[in-house]
């Protein structure tokens, strides 16, 4: 296991337009967490996994954001009818029940 | 929540040390981590404190005071490699869930 893998490394898209990010967390690991960074701000917390479960979402998520870890493996996250606004870097860590989380290398987006 | 503090920019010294103070106020405080990030890449994790005292690892340092809601990351013998945003993050387990959340993180400028 060489680590959280996320996909695709860049997206562009265009106003308007559904987008979805995939990440596969370090495989032993049942903790999964979204996040968005922009330039000069750390990680801001979207959603959180235990398991297959979705335990926690951020306040700031609208309905447009959607997650999934349907077996509590991989986890996708979608967003919808996309915005100029959510242009940045999508963040997927992983951790087990005690550790530090792990991040993988992010996914930017440009909403064009 | 939380809500949490540090200094947006340092500059230092090749050789020098220099200290990076964190602060912070949680409801149900469950560990302090420090991630070093640079530009464009992932958060690499750097330490942990659950318990009050100093942790050492190397060139790097981490001290936890949890009555105070104070932490600092200490970098000794800086390198230029060393420049980076450190990111201060407190897990809360409010709720059932251990959810990192991060301050806006530190950019530290090493010069020669």
């Known amino acids: 296991d060489t680590g959280v893998s996320q996909n695709p490394r860049h997206k562009i898209t265009k106003r308007g337009q559904n987008v979805t990010f995939r990440c596969d967390p370090i495989?032993?690991?049942?903790?999964l967490y979204w996040y968005r960074q922009t330039l000069g701000q750390g990680p801001e917390f979207l959603t959180y996994f235990q398991n297959e479960a979705q335990l926690e979402k951020s306040r700031l998520l609208s309905d447009r954001f959607s997650a999934e870890r349907p077996k509590g493996s991989f986890s996708t996250l979608e967003i919808q009818r996309t915005e100029q606004g959510d242009s940045a870097m999508y963040l997927c860590?992983?951790?087990?029940?005690?550790?530090?989380?792990?991040f993988g290398q992010g996914t930017r987006l440009t909403v064009v | 929540g939380q809500n949490i503090d540090q200094p947006t920019e340092m500059t230092a010294t090749e050789g020098a040390i220099v200290q990076i103070n964190c602060t912070y106020q949680t409801s149900g405080f469950n560990g302090l981590f420090w991630y070093q990030q640079h530009a464009g890449e992932a958060p690499t994790f750097l330490s942990y404190n659950v318990l009050d005292g100093l942790e050492e690892k190397g060139r790097f340092s981490s001290f936890l005071s949890r009555s105070k809601g104070y932490s600092y990351l200490l970098l000794k013998e800086l390198q230029m490699k060393d420049s980076a945003s450190y990111l201060c993050?407190?897990?809360?387990?409010?709720?059932?869930?251990?959810?990192?959340?991060f301050g806006r993180g530190t950019s530290l400028i090493v010069h020669p």
């Open positions: 860590a992983s951790s087990s029940s005690d550790s530090e989380a792990f």
């Open positions: 993050a407190v897990r809360d387990q409010a709720g059932g869930s251990y959810i990192p959340t």
């Open positions: 495989s032993e690991h049942n903790r």
